[in-house]
């Protein structure tokens, strides 16, 4: 069942604007064009245009594939030639696994990438061809770009499913950008705010106190040395004041089983 026109273009908010434009040429399954989409969101290029898909549409069977880019389904638009699609494009790319006889600028995706994003900023407007999955794109498609992008695959087999086609150019744009991860994830409220360094003295105040009544620190000699490599391993682990909690807890409890166990014997 196809979901209800969304209320607002749900794929811009925070999205970037300015994406090249991703035309499908006669793509064949919807399930594709669906998982095509969510790779679009997922990287930020928000516009998808159509020629010729197999099937009648909106398709159903696009919309569930596309895990909540329905959106950018719904506002896809459909033409009956490629050369339409295109027409107010100014720089065009097709992608292709085999290198025709053409004398054309073949790029790999992160090059094409650079360029693209190079284009945009001096305003121009940029766009990218993918063909059926079956046969890839017909001569008459691939002469209307400027540049040819190819994936360095395994010669043996290289032929790409559409969506991780599409997912591969949209990365490689993205990082184009200065898209990055996060080194560190912190989450407040879920104990993710780093310790301070008060609570990691007390912790290790704590934790040596216990080593001391243990025994393990026994040796006077060797305490201080081993005082400091105690504290380097805590130290390297970052810890934040949740973690720092636990571990006082943990201190705690052996602590007690041992003062029960001695009490027993």
Known sequence: MADPEPSKREADIRTESGGPVVVLVEPQLGENIGMAARAMLNFGLTEMRLVKPR?????????????????????????????????????????T????????????????????????????????????????????????????????TNPAFSSINLAQSVLLLGYEWRLAGGGTTPTQIRRKGWGAVPATQGDLVAFYEHLEDELGKAGFLRVAEKRPRMIRNIRNIFNRAKLTDQEVRTLRGIVVALAEKKWRDEGES
Not at 74 to 88: F, I, P, Q, R, S
Request: hydrophobic content about 45%; aromatic content about 4%; some cysteine.
């Open 97 to 152: 696994a085999r290198l025709r006889d053409m004398i054309k600028d073949v790029q790999q995706p992160r090059d094409w990438a650079a360029t693209v994003r190079a284009a945009g900023e001096e305003g121009e407007r940029c766009g990218i061809l993918f063909g059926p999955e079956r046969v890839g794109l017909h001569n008459d498609d691939l002469a209307l770009a400027d540049t040819l992008v190819t994936v360095p």
């Open 55 to 95: 099937g009648a549409w909106p398709n159903a069977k696009a919309i569930n594939a596309s895990s909540g880019a329905h959106a950018l389904l719904h506002e896809a638009k459909l033409y009956d030639t490629t050369a339409e699609a295109v027409a107010d494009l100014q720089r065009l790319a097709a992608t």
